[in-house]
């Protein structure tokens, strides 16, 4: 299996904060890798796939990028709607792997 | 718009088998990989396994040994059944689709909004 670490595991921000979540594959999956938002209670909602392309629908203020086998997802002038935990998944091998998550709080 | 939704027992005894289907209306069930994922409280997202409406099967290693996944595409309906439970397997279990896009590109578009089954005797 490919092991992703996502960092950190929770972070505080305010409204209006850029933060950035990490994630790293244990070995290549070229820029196939999605982001997901999860708030409790509700299903996980698809951000971010293929590393950077944005689902319809999903705000321009999440943004997603790769280098080597790093990733990570910005998001700019954090909202309210915003905080919730945030996973990483990649879809390089067939046995599919998410990161631990990252819960964003508010400060 | 594709609506899933998961049912079955929200209780199992411990060492019996936890048996969900998930109800995919709104959309056709063939021509998909259809994902089973869960949650166990605290703790972040697993997953459990994905399939093919035409047979191919993928399941988590650590769970291969206990783990069944089927489809009803009469019924369009899918299944999960997962063998010798224990507490450990405690969770909210989700269904997803997975749309494939070109080589390995694909993404979990739509989702059941979970159930949760406890195993406590």
């Known amino acids: 299996d490919i092991q992703m670490t996502q960092s950190p595991s929770s972070l505080s921000a305010s409204v209006g904060d850029t933060v950035t979540i990490s994630c790293r594959a244990g070995?290549?999956?070229?820029?196939?890798l999605n982001w997901y938002q999860h708030k409790p209670g509700k299903a996980p909602k698809l951000l971010i796939y293929?590393?950077?392309s944005l689902r319809g629908g999903v705000p321009s203020r999440f943004s997603g990028r790769r280098s080597g086998t790093d990733f990570t997802l910005t998001i700019s002038s954090l909202q309210p709607e915003d905080f919730a935990t945030y996973y990483c998944q990649q879809t390089y091998t067939n046995i599919r792997t998410f990161g631990q998550g990252t819960k964003v709080e508010i400060k | 718009q594709v609506l899933l939704q998961e049912s079955g027992p929200g209780l199992v005894k411990p060492s019996e088998t936890l048996s969900l289907s998930c109800s995919v209306s709104?959309?056709?069930?063939?021509?998909?990989?259809w994902t089973w994922i869960r949650q166990p409280a605290g703790k972040g997202l697993e997953w459990i396994g994905r399939?093919?409406?035409?047979?191919?099967?993928y399941y988590n290693p650590s769970l291969e040994n206990r783990v069944t996944m089927s489809v009803d595409t009469s019924k369009n309906e899918l299944s999960l059944r997962l063998i010798s439970v224990t507490a450990a397997d405690t969770a909210v279990y989700y269904c997803a689709r997975e749309v494939s896009l070109y080589g390995y590109s694909s993404y979990l578009d739509y989702w059941g909004q979970g159930k949760l089954v406890t195993v406590s005797s």
């Open positions: 293929n590393t950077s």
């Open positions: 070995q290549t999956i070229s820029s196939y």
């Open positions: 399939f093919f409406t035409s047979g191919s099967v």
């Open positions: 709104g959309g056709s069930i063939s021509g998909y990989y």
